[in-house]
């Protein structure tokens, strides 16, 4: 592992990931960490003294670590944290001196972003490599290290080795998809197909309830039948039906629905680029966006869609 690493964006993802690997570094290492709402690092200093260094901008950070990981909202956010000529990474890396970085983007933002901030760091600082590395397994799995990582690389890629010992402190799973941006198009195809079968199994699920089947009993059915899936099975959408998900525990915790819109909206913009027929999608963008807005909704996990569709609860 280097001992010299740096973590920038420290919210509901990056802030138990970058304690996951400040657990996992040597003794002696560091971790130069930034986020622009001062508290969230904070925290992290009073929590690992010796080991978490708090700076004051993304230059700072990249003036010292030797790989960066950043975890931020949107598109917008990477492109300045990485390209803002005064306070951005690149800032620290365009002269002669600087040294080789490692650069590791686990935002979920959209390709287009992602091959641009690529691009740039090539032309301006051809010492750095860059790459996507988004993430599936909520903030329950970055807590517990069993996030997946989704690699914008090859199987043969050089640094391939470096990248896995790095993010294994932090996740179980790190699939290499091929290529740069192909980690974030494998993220957002994931998350289409899970905001999708959420809204599916809410409507099946309130469907056969109302019909008269008990909630348990329907979802052993799916669980026996064809329409075995994740989402029926470990976050089903009624309340009651699994006791530890976010959906038996008033739809607090687990994966913002705001955050499935976000994602839903990138996979439909994806499916435009690469030219993939989309059936459902405008629908389940229409559907995430309404319940991000919902005052009984917004904030809550996205499996609060089967509340929005008008699903029995009692
Ligand atoms: P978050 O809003 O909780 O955290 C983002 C952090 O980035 C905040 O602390 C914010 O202050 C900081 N930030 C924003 N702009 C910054 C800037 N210019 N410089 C420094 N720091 C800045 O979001 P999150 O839930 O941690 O998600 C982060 C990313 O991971 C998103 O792209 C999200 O889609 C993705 N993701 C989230 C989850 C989840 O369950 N929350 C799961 C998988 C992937």
Same mark, same amino acid.
């Given at each position: ?34 986020? &622009? ?46 390209? %803002? ?46 790459? %996507? ?38 996740? *179980?799973? &790190?699939?290499?998809? *091929? ?70 525990? *008033? ?11 976000? %994602? ?51």
């Amino acid at each position: 592992l280097p001992n010299s690493v740096g973590f920038i964006g420290l919210g509901a993802m990056g802030k138990p990931m970058a304690i996951n690997l400040a657990k996992a570094l040597p003794a002696g290492s560091q971790i130069y960490i930034h986020d &622009i709402v001062e508290a969230a690092a904070e925290e992290l200093c009073t929590s690992f003294p010796q080991v978490i260094v708090k700076c004051e901008n993304a230059k700072e950070v990249a003036a010292q670590a030797d790989v960066i990981l950043t975890m931020l909202p949107e598109g917008a956010h990477v492109k300045s944290v990485y390209l %803002d000529p005064n306070n951005g990474i690149l800032a620290a890396l365009t002269s002669p001196t600087s040294s080789p970085k490692l650069l590791i983007d686990s935002s979920t933002i959209d390709t287009a972003t992602s091959l641009y901030v690529k691009e740039q760091l090539a032309v301006l600082s051809p010492t750095t490599s860059f790459y %996507d590395a988004p993430v599936s397994g909520g903030t329950l799995g970055a807590v517990n290290a069993t996030i997946a990582f989704f690699l914008g690389c090859s199987a043969s890629d050089p640094n391939l080795a470096t990248l896995k010992t790095l993010l294994q402190p932090m996740g *179980g799973k &790190i699939i290499p998809c *091929g290529g740069p941006s192909l980690g974030l198009a494998a993220k957002l195809s994931n998350n289409y197909l899970s905001g999708i079968i959420t809204i599916a199994c809410s409507e099946a699920m309130d469907m056969g309830m109302r019909a008269g089947i008990d909630a348990s009993v329907l979802a052993s059915v799916f669980a026996a039948g064809t329409a075995q899936n994740t989402i029926c099975d470990v976050f089903n959408p009624v309340p009651g039906v699994c006791p530890r998900a976010p959906p038996s525990n *008033g739809y607090q915790g687990g994966f913002r629905v705001q955050l499935m819109r976000k %994602d839903i909206g990138l996979a439909v913009q994806m499916a435009r680029n690469v030219g993939a027929r989309n059936a459902l999608g405008a629908s389940g963008l229409g559907v995430y966006t309404a319940a991000s807005e919902a005052p009984d909704c917004k904030g809550l996990d996205s499996r609060v869609v089967y509340r929005y569709l008008g699903g029995k609860e009692d």
